[in-house]
C-alpha cells in the first residue's frame, strides 16, 4: 500500500483568484490551537477569517472581493478544509478513519468549510531512515509500516513537524476518493513517503514507487551487503523476501560445510 503526504498547490496563478484565511481557529471570538479542533465534540463551531489580499487585514464579508472566490481547498493549522458545496459525504463513506466537522468564515461569507479530521494520531516516523534537514522540502521521510493499522486510510502524523503540528498521512484509496472532487486535481498535491517494512526478521526499505533500496538482515550481515554489490532494484516485497530468503540459505549451507 502506499503512503503520501498531502499539501495545497501553493502556485500564485491559483491563489491569486482565492481568497486566503488566517493561519488560526477562532472559538467564540479566540484563537485556539488545533488541537482544540481535533479533540472536540463536532457539535462545537469554529471559524476562520478571510483576509484582505496584499493588506493582512481581517475582511468581513465577501463583498468585498469582486471576482476572487472563496476556494474549494483551504489549509489552516496543517488542517484541510474542503469547502461544503463540493463535499459530497456519500462519495467520502468508503474512507476509514476519518470524521467532519463545519468551520464557518467569520463574517458575511455565504459558504462553509468541512474540516477532514482523521481519528488516528500515530508517531510511526523510522528515525533510523528518516533524514531530517532544516527546510522539511529537504528532508526524507521513512514511515514504520509495523505501526499503522490496517483499519485506517489515513492519519495524523506526530512526532515530524518540529513545531509540533501533525502531518497529514494518506493511502492510495483516500488518495483517489479526494481527487474525485471538483477541483481536486489543481488544489491538491499529494507526496510518496517511503516505507520500512520487517518480514522474518529482515527490513526492507521501499523507496517511492516501491522499489527496495536496501536490505538489512539479522541472521547474515552478508545479505544486504550482496543485494547492494548485485545492483538489484526489487520492484515488490515478495522479491525482496524471496532474495534475502536465498542469502540466507547461502550462508547456512556455507556455515555447515
Avoid at 32 to 43: E, K, L, M, P, Y
Avoid at 59 to 88: C, T, W, Y
Avoid at 180 to 198: D, G, P, S
Avoid at 211 to 226: I, N, Q, W
Wanted: glycine share 6%.
Amino acid at each position: 500500500m502506499k503512503w503520501y503526504k498531502i499539501y495545497l498547490n501553493g502556485e500564485n496563478r491559483i491563489w491569486k483568484k482565492c481568497i486566503t484565511y488566517s493561519w488560526e481557529f477562532i472559538y467564540e471570538d479566540k484563537e485556539i490551537n488545533f488541537q482544540r479542533i481535533i479533540d472536540s465534540s463536532s457539535s462545537e463551531r469554529y471559524q476562520i477569517k478571510a483576509l484582505i489580499k496584499g493588506k493582512g487585514l481581517i475582511a468581513k464579508s465577501i463583498s468585498g472581493f469582486g471576482q476572487i472566490r472563496m476556494p474549494e481547498f483551504a489549509e489552516v493549522s496543517h488542517l484541510f478544509l474542503v469547502r461544503e458545496d463540493i463535499l459530497n459525504i456519500n462519495e467520502l463513506s468508503s474512507i476509514k478513519g476519518i470524521s467532519l466537522k463545519r468551520v464557518s468564515v467569520y463574517g458575511d461569507f455565504p459558504l462553509d468549510y468541512m474540516a477532514i479530521i482523521f481519528n488516528e494520531v500515530i508517531d510511526c516516523v523510522d528515525n533510523i531512515h528518516s533524514k531530517r534537514e532544516e527546510f522539511e522540502c529537504m528532508s526524507t521521510l521513512v514511515l514504520d509500516m509495523s505501526k499503522i493499522p490496517s483499519s485506517v486510510d489515513g492519519f495524523f502524523l506526530k512526532g515530524w513537524n518540529k513545531y509540533g503540528f501533525y502531518k497529514n498521512i494518506v493511502n492510495e484509496n483516500m488518495k483517489m476518493q479526494l481527487l474525485h472532487l471538483y477541483k481536486a486535481n489543481e488544489f491538491l498535491k499529494f507526496k510518496e513517503i517511503q516505507k520500512r517494512h520487517v518480514l522474518h526478521g529482515e527490513t526492507c526499505l521501499f523507496e517511492t514507487g516501491g522499489t527496495v533500496r536496501s536490505a538489512y538482515s539479522a541472521f547474515s550481515a552478508s545479505a544486504a551487503f550482496a543485494s547492494s554489490a548485485a545492483g538489484l532494484a526489487f520492484t515488490d516485497f515478495a522479491a525482496c523476501a524471496a532474495f534475502l530468503a536465498h542469502e540466507q540459505s547461502q550462508g547456512s549451507a556455507l556455515a555447515s560445510g
